[in-house]
Structures are given as structure tokens and as C-alpha cells.
């Protein structure tokens, strides 16, 4: 016999669930389907749709190159601070995206910390496409770091250890033993960053700007529809609607 769900259970379980998929259910209902390969096709959506894409996978690399190092770090080395290191790293979570984009124009602007030796170098960041890969990564990074240290930290050391007593280098252990382990975790983390990175907003528009064919990825292009082709925009976020659900359904089965 199969147990009976709590009514006050069953009822906010509801409640949640409509207030989650009715938007989504909204958003699909007034999609004018029928104008959406003429939208496709239309050379700024083709520049938006390009430089998302461009910009989330090298915004997903970087977050992969530099975020796995750091997990480890946090999850195996007895770091001084490492807790204040680990609460500083989930800040990007839960800090306003524009907050972000204001942090990251301090830092990395022409007038920011690092200004004077990126004019000397040629390369600020800001209000350039290298700017909409920064702003991408510092929100998705934390997704990523967080994912795999959870799973470092939740494994066992036999393994390494093992290894280690054999004559393996410690390089050599964490890329043999430890990084296969885990490897379901990282390509979990790294779903999330990617889905992160694609749907960046706020840190992007802050600090790179919405420049048409330079700065401009789809949340930003669907913004500016949102003023002068409202239909154009409900087309475009459907878009990402599908794109965000196939990422989630990939992360699932890979998890599974």
C-alpha cells in the first residue's frame, strides 16, 4: 500500500510547483512559433546567438581550468583561512548580479586596481568580448568549485594513499586516481557553470555593455526585444527555455 502524502504536505508542494512551471507554461503559450525561423535568421539574433555561445564555452573552460585546482585546494590542503576562503568563494551565488558587474568594473576597468597595468598591456577586459567571458566565469565558477569539492571531500583517501606509497608524484595521483573519481562531479559542475554562463545577465550588461555583435549574448538581446518586439523576445527566451532544459536533462542522466 502505497502511503498517503500530508496534506500539509501535498498543498505548499502545489503551490510551489505551479509557481515554478506556470511561467514556463506562459512563456511557451504566447511564443509565436510561427515567426521564429524568420527570428533565427535575422543577422543580430545570428551575432547574439553566435557570441553566447562563443562566450559561454570559453566562459565554462576557464571556470574548468581554474575551478577543479581550487576545489582541491579547499577539499585536501590544510590552507590557512581555507573557511573563510570557501564562504568567499559561494559569494557570486547569492551577491546581485549588477553588484557583480560593479565589482568586476573595480577591479579590472580602466580606472579599477588593475586598470594602469591593463592600459600599459592593451588589454582591459571591459566592454569587450574578453569582458563578457570574465563576467560569465565569476558568476559560474563558484557552481563549478562547490560541485566538485563536495564530491572531493565525500571520497576516500585509500585510493591516493595507495598510490602515494607506491612512488606515484602527487600530480600524478590526482590525475590518475583522484580526477577519474570524480569525474562524474566535474561534468556535473561543468553543466552548471556552462547553463550559468549562458544565461548571464546582469555582472555582463554591468561590465561589458550590450555593444551589438561585440558584448550583446541573448539574455541581453532578448532585453532589448522586450522594448520594440515583445513577440520577438517571448521567440528568443523560448530558445533559451529549450536550451536551459536540454542542459538540466543532461545533467540528470549523467548524474544518474
Same mark, same amino acid.
Given at each position: 500500500?502505497?502511503?498517503?502524502?500530508?496534506?500539509?504536505?501535498?498543498?505548499?508542494?502545489?503551490?510551489?510547483?505551479?509557481?515554478?512551471?506556470?511561467?514556463?507554461?506562459?512563456?511557451? !503559450?504566447?511564443?509565436?512559433?510561427?515567426?521564429?525561423?524568420? @527570428?533565427?535568421?535575422?543577422?543580430? &539574433?545570428?551575432?547574439?546567438?553566435?557570441?553566447?555561445?562563443?562566450?559561454?564555452?570559453?566562459?565554462?573552460?576557464?571556470?574548468?581550468?581554474?575551478?577543479?585546482?581550487?576545489?582541491?585546494?579547499?577539499?585536501?590542503?590544510?590552507?590557512?583561512?581555507?573557511?573563510?576562503?570557501?564562504?568567499? &568563494?559561494?559569494?557570486?551565488?547569492?551577491?546581485? *548580479?549588477?553588484?557583480?558587474?560593479?565589482?568586476?568594473?573595480?577591479?579590472?576597468?580602466?580606472?579599477?586596481?588593475?586598470? !594602469?597595468?591593463?592600459?600599459?598591456?592593451?588589454?582591459?577586459?571591459?566592454?569587450?568580448?574578453?569582458?563578457?567571458? @570574465?563576467?560569465?566565469?565569476?558568476?559560474?565558477?563558484?557552481?563549478?568549485?562547490?560541485?566538485?569539492?563536495? $564530491?572531493?571531500?565525500?571520497?576516500? +583517501?585509500? $585510493?591516493?594513499?595507495?598510490?602515494?606509497?607506491?612512488?606515484?608524484?602527487?600530480? +600524478?595521483?590526482?590525475?590518475?586516481?583522484?580526477?577519474?573519481?570524480?569525474?562524474?562531479?566535474?561534468?556535473?559542475?561543468?553543466?552548471?557553470?556552462?547553463?550559468?554562463?549562458?544565461?548571464?545577465?546582469?555582472?555582463?550588461?554591468?561590465?561589458?555593455?550590450?555593444?551589438?555583435?561585440?558584448?550583446?549574448?541573448? *539574455?541581453?538581446?532578448?532585453?532589448?526585444?522586450?522594448?520594440?518586439?515583445?513577440?520577438?523576445?517571448?521567440?528568443?527566451?523560448?530558445?533559451?527555455?529549450?536550451?536551459?532544459?536540454? @542542459?538540466?536533462?543532461?545533467?540528470?542522466?549523467?548524474?544518474?
Amino acid at each position: 500500500m502505497r502511503p498517503r502524502t500530508p496534506l500539509l504536505l501535498a498543498v505548499p508542494a502545489g503551490v510551489s510547483a505551479v509557481l515554478l512551471l506556470l511561467p514556463l507554461l506562459a512563456l511557451l !503559450d504566447r511564443t509565436p512559433w510561427g515567426r521564429l525561423p524568420g @527570428l533565427l535568421g535575422r543577422p543580430d &539574433v545570428q551575432q547574439a546567438l553566435w557570441l553566447s555561445l562563443r562566450c559561454a564555452l570559453a566562459a565554462t573552460a576557464l571556470s574548468l581550468l581554474l575551478g577543479v585546482p581550487l576545489a582541491w585546494v579547499l577539499a585536501r590542503t590544510p590552507l590557512p583561512g581555507r573557511r573563510v576562503l570557501r564562504g568567499l &568563494v559561494t559569494v557570486p551565488l547569492v551577491l546581485p *548580479p549588477v553588484v557583480g558587474g560593479v565589482a568586476l568594473l573595480l577591479a579590472f576597468g580602466r580606472r579599477g586596481v588593475l586598470g !594602469d597595468l591593463l592600459v600599459e598591456a592593451g588589454a582591459v577586459p571591459a566592454f569587450t568580448t574578453w569582458g563578457v567571458i @570574465l563576467a560569465e566565469a565569476f558568476v559560474a565558477l563558484p557552481f563549478l568549485v562547490l560541485t566538485v569539492e563536495g $564530491a572531493l571531500t565525500a571520497l576516500p +583517501r585509500d $585510493a591516493e594513499e595507495v598510490a602515494g606509497t607506491l612512488g606515484s608524484a602527487p600530480l +600524478r595521483v590526482f590525475l590518475t586516481v583522484t580526477l577519474p573519481a570524480v569525474g562524474p562531479s566535474v561534468a556535473a559542475g561543468t553543466v552548471l557553470a556552462g547553463a550559468r554562463a549562458l544565461g548571464e545577465f546582469g555582472a555582463t550588461t554591468t561590465f561589458a555593455g550590450s555593444l551589438p555583435g561585440r558584448t550583446q549574448t541573448v *539574455p541581453l538581446a532578448v532585453y532589448a526585444l522586450l522594448q520594440d518586439d515583445p513577440a520577438a523576445a517571448y521567440a528568443l527566451s523560448a530558445v533559451l527555455l529549450a536550451v536551459s532544459v536540454l @542542459l538540466v536533462l543532461g545533467l540528470r542522466t549523467r548524474v544518474r
